[in-house]
């Protein structure tokens, strides 16, 4: 019988290790949140680019508990406003984070703007020890589309009632879940995780 391999995912969100649980499971390869973990561990952001946030959870939960890690940073970058939100998505109308709040500062922002291009960012970071130290490597995913003027659909979660997909001709709000997660920014990371662990990455989890 193939030996399974266990991933440790650097988040406290149980509905991305659920997606990523089912998107793993067939190369033998379970998934851990950390909840399965004793003991806290503190997660934090200080970084200016996704990759950066994503490598910090990362490092910080492989250096505790030794072992491959995958943790993920994700936001929304509009053009007009030169890539803002980006890193501060989820808290852009202050803390406690508000998706109603952000999505009202978002129209704010963009009132008068013709040009609502923008896209939706999604960036893995694996960090595992191996005999020379630590792999480390990220991979990214993208979204592109456009702000609306107004919120449409009830699906999804944080600004996607504002986030149309021309190539749909809906919002992120207006898809099934499985339609939006076979489109994502998330999804398309993922895959690119997963596209590297069946390869060259698949050494990366020999213990
Ligand atoms: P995080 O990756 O969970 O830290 O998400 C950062 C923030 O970006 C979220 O709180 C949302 O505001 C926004 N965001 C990231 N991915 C999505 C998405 O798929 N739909 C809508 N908003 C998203």
């Given at each position: 019988?193939?030996?399974?391999?266990?991933?440790?995912?650097?988040?406290?969100?149980?509905?991305?290790?659920?997606?990523?649980?089912?998107?793993?499971?067939?190369?033998?390869?379970?998934?851990?949140?950390?909840?399965?973990?004793?003991?806290?561990?503190?997660?934090?952001?200080?970084?200016?680019?996704?990759?950066?946030?994503?490598?910090?959870?990362?490092?910080?939960?492989?250096?505790?508990?030794?072992?491959?890690?995958?943790?993920?940073?994700?936001?929304?970058?509009?053009?007009?406003?030169?890539?803002?939100?980006?890193?501060?998505?989820?808290?852009?109308?202050?803390?406690?984070?508000?998706?109603?709040?952000?999505?009202?500062?978002?129209?704010?922002?963009?009132?008068?703007?013709?040009?609502?291009?923008?896209?939706?960012?999604?960036?893995?970071?694996?960090?595992?020890?191996?005999?020379?130290?630590?792999?480390?490597?990220?991979?990214?995913?993208?979204?592109?589309?456009?702000?609306?003027?107004?919120?449409?659909?009830?699906?999804?979660?944080?600004?996607?009632?504002?986030?149309?997909?021309?190539?749909?001709?809906?919002?992120?709000?207006?898809?099934?879940?499985?339609?939006k997660n076979a489109i994502?920014?998330?999804?398309?990371?993922?895959?690119?995780?997963?596209?590297?662990?069946?390869?060259?990455?698949?050494?990366?989890?020999?213990?």
């Amino acid at each position: 019988m193939e030996k399974r391999s266990t991933l440790l995912l650097a988040t406290h969100n149980a509905h991305k290790a659920e997606e990523l649980r089912a998107l793993l499971a067939p190369y033998g390869i379970d998934v851990e949140t950390l909840a399965d973990v004793d003991g806290a561990i503190a997660l934090t952001e200080r970084g200016k680019t996704f990759q950066d946030n994503a490598l910090e959870k990362a490092r910080t939960v492989a250096a505790a508990v030794h072992r491959p890690v995958l943790a993920d940073d994700s936001g929304l970058e509009v053009f007009a406003l030169g890539g803002a939100p980006g890193v501060y998505s989820a808290r852009y109308a202050g803390e406690p984070t508000d998706d109603a709040r952000n999505n009202a500062k978002l129209l704010a922002e963009l009132d008068g703007i013709r040009d609502r291009r923008a896209r939706f960012v999604s960036v893995l970071a694996f960090v595992a020890p191996n005999a020379s130290g630590w792999v480390e490597r990220t991979f990214s995913g993208e979204l592109e589309g456009e702000i609306l003027t107004a919120p449409r659909g009830t699906n999804g979660f944080g600004y996607d009632p504002l986030f149309f997909v021309p190539t749909i001709g809906r919002t992120l709000a207006e898809l099934a879940p499985e339609e939006k997660n076979a489109i994502s920014h998330r999804a398309r990371a993922f895959e690119a995780f997963v596209a590297w662990i069946e390869g060259e990455g698949r050494a990366a989890f020999a213990r």
